[in-house]
């Protein structure tokens, strides 16, 4: 479904990916892992269309070149950015209706937000508030939610447990297990190796921009100290 071929991605003049390749099946959750600084934010950032790269990312065989953001999500991409990055000012359902912008069917995003209202009640309870005032877990929630409402094909997840209480990263990790078991295919950047193994059908290691090691999860968890020597986390 996703194929990267020698990606390499810029910030400036800096190339902070260095051509690696990654395939993503469909309904596969794979995720990516490494250390701070690895590249794994900004290969995400690549396949959104928010960073400068060189080489192929082809979806449903088709290359994303010369595709804006938003067609991009409208040929089915969907982003959860690493720190949430809601709109503040913005209600719960306002937010979650900006995630549902590409799309014309008005009385299915209706009932979309009312799923998502009835999936994460405090979302509802809290519909017509300021997204601001929302926890951190809950804006984590509402993060994931928005990035639904466009009906995606693949959800690219990035550090969904950043900054979040042990109980939080708990429901935020039941929530992608569900996601996986109803078939979304997801790639998954996180730090949190242990839940991130565990959901993951395939591994890439990301280190300096390079993929250090990939396989099977299997392979990783059951050696924690590999683990340890080649992500850095410990």
Request: charged share 20%.
């Amino acid at each position: 479904m996703l194929e990267l071929t020698h990606l390499k991605v810029f910030h400036g003049p800096i190339e902070a990916v260095h051509g690696i390749s990654i395939t993503v099946q469909r309904g596969q959750c794979v995720s990516l892992l490494g250390p701070n600084g690895a590249g794994k934010t900004s290969t995400i950032s690549a396949i959104a269309g928010i960073a400068d790269y060189q080489g192929s990312i082809r979806f449903q065989g088709a290359d994303l070149a010369a595709i804006s953001v938003e067609d991009r999500q409208r040929a089915g991409i969907a982003l959860a950015p690493e720190g949430r990055r809601i709109f503040s000012n913005l209600t719960v359902k306002e937010n979650l209706l900006i995630g549902a912008a590409t799309r014309h069917d008005r009385r299915a995003v209706r009932s979309d937000i009312n799923h998502w209202f009835e999936s994460f009640p405090v979302l509802g309870e809290r519909r017509d508030q300021s997204a601001g005032t929302l926890s951190g877990g809950e804006q984590q929630m509402l993060t994931i939610a928005r990035a639904l409402m466009s009906k995606p094909q693949i959800l690219l997840l990035d550090e969904p447990s950043l900054g979040l209480a042990p109980l939080i990263c708990q429901q935020v990790f039941r929530l992608i297990k569900e996601l996986k078991s109803s078939g979304m295919t997801i790639l998954l950047v996180e730090q949190n190796v242990r839940d991130a193994l565990d959901l993951a059908d395939y591994v890439y290691l990301l280190n300096s921009g390079h993929i250090s090691n990939e396989g099977d999860h299997n392979v990783f968890g059951n050696d924690a100290n590999l683990m340890a020597e080649l992500t850095g986390i410990h």
